[in-house]
């Protein structure tokens, strides 16, 4: 019989280690997935230790048009089925549209869609035929609108937030959840990685545990899309009233990343 798993991209750090840590403390079985080996082992050691769980982890460079299929094979090498996927990689480019490096265009394309959309694709198959399971997808505030100075970033947590509610609807009849958490900001390694200065952003910085709280409610309640804090449910609701520029003026000068 195969091990029923959680499997979570950028689980080396960030809030797909608190992801990582939460589902290890529920008793889930894991599959960790990022590039850092060193990091997914020692976190693999350390929940196998005190959670007694398996913990599986899969070094893996999600900008490489392969790695999802890798990835899938590997759950199957490993007599895994996962019943839980979390799409939780993923990083940004704080800057001017026109600065962005060409091969930081593709990076962030690469992991932040194309990534997610292979791996949904992949997992959702097997679910569907197993007759349930889950999908979180990580999005982000930002995908609610074009952000200036955060554009291309925000441009694919749209996308994110967009596949989601469609797979939302596409799979309920199948017994698969499909939810998008769409968190403000968060005490992470992402904003160094981003070159965004957490200095200049205007609203609070939570902890991923909000992240995984908002998301493991969302799940059982079956809900398309949640936000982790009341600041960010306030904002998402104050959109749907203001003209689009107003909402795209108002989240460029929140992340403090234009016009300063
Ligand atoms: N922090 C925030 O304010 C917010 C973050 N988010 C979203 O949350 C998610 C997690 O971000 P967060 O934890 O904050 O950021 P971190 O920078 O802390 O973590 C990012 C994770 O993604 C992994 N990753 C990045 N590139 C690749 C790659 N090419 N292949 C495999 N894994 C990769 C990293 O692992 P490694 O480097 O080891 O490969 C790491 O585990 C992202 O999707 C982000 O957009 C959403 C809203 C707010
Ligand atoms: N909300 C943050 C991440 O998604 C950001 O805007 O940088």
């Known amino acids: 019989m195969s091990m ?4 979570i991209t950028g689980a080396s750090m960030g809030i797909g280690e608190a992801f990582a840590r939460e589902f290890a403390r529920r008793g889930n079985n894991l599959i960790l997935v990022a590039r850092s080996a060193e990091l997914l082992h020692t976190l693999a050691a350390e929940l196998r ?3 007694h769980v398996e913990v599986l982890v899969c070094v893996s460079d999600l900008t490489r048009p392969t790695a999802p299929e890798e990835i899938h094979q590997f759950c ?3 007599g895994v089925r996962v019943d839980l996927l979390i799409n939780a990689a993923g ?10 490096p060409p091969e930081k265009l593709e990076e962030l394309m690469a992991v932040n869609m194309l990534a997610l959309a292979r791996l949904t694709r992949l997992f959702s198959v097997d679910m569907v035929a197993a007759g349930g399971g889950g999908i979180i997808n990580i999005a982000s505030l930002a995908g609610l609108q074009g952000i200036a100075g ?4 925000s441009a694919t947590k749209s ?14 009849a199948s017994g698969v959840k499909v939810l998008a958490v769409c968190p403000g900001f968060i005490e992470t390694g992402f904003f160094a990685v981003a070159g965004h200065d957490p200095a200049s952003i205007l609203l609070p910085i939570s902890d991923a545990s909000v992240v995984v709280k908002a998301a493991v409610r969302g799940l059982m ?5 949640v936000y982790p804090t009341l600041i960010d449910t306030l904002l998402a609701f104050a959109e749907r009233f203001a003209p689009r520029e107003v909402s795209a003026r108002l989240a460029a000068f929140l992340s403090g990343v234009w016009g300063k």
């Open 221 to 225: 309640k079956n809900k398309m899309r």
């Open 91 to 100: 990083l940004s480019y704080a800057g001017g549209y026109s600065g962005i």
């Open 4 to 7: 029923r798993c959680t499997l």
């Open 159 to 172: 996308f994110v937030i967009t596949l989601t509610e469609a797979l939302h609807v596409e799979l309920k």
């Open 49 to 51: 230790e005190k959670r």
């Open 150 to 153: 955060l554009g291309l970033y």
């Open 76 to 78: 199957r090498r490993e």
